[in-house]
């Protein structure tokens, strides 16, 4: 069963992330900042990480940029999901290491979907 880290500081979010992701069988961490999801991340070794950028003390392309320059942490997929909509934005994301960005608001199906899109067995 995959693993998938959600760092973000909104407990809502996180809840409505965790609840979607539970129900089609994946098991959730959560973390409320980027320093927390980075500590996590090199614990837990997840499959996957959903990764906010607007974030108190570490933001999510600091973690992400940390976690793709991290010999036990650069395999793990980070897809951003964040309300900064922007194309440098994205860009930006994409540079630190994420391999996606997703502008919330995210819908359920649309989460769900990413994960099993990123965490399907290769052909």
């Known amino acids: 069963m995959a693993l998938i880290l959600i760092v ?8 409505v992330m965790q609840k ?4 089609h069988g994946y098991k ?3 973390a ?11 614990e837990m070794a997840p499959d996957l990480i959903f990764m906010d950028i607007v974030m108190p ?3 999510g392309y600091q973690a992400t940029r ?13 897809i951003m999901v964040t309300s900064k909509g922007q194309e440098t934005d994205r860009i930006w994301g994409l ?8 502008v919330k608001p995210v819908s359920p ?4 979907a990413k994960a099993q899109a990123t965490l399907a067995p290769p052909a």
């Open 32 to 42: 409320a900042d980027g320093a927390e999801g980075v500590r996590l991340a090199r």
């Open 28 to 30: 959730t961490a959560a």
């Open 8 to 15: 973000d500081d909104s407990p809502t979010e996180v809840h």
């Open 95 to 102: 540079r630190q290491g994420a391999i996606d960005y997703m």
């Open 20 to 23: 979607a992701l539970e129900r």
């Open 109 to 112: 199906d649309q989460l769900v």
């Open 66 to 78: 940390t976690l793709a320059n991290d010999p036990k942490t650069r395999t793990i997929p980070i």
């Open 57 to 59: 003390g570490m933001n």
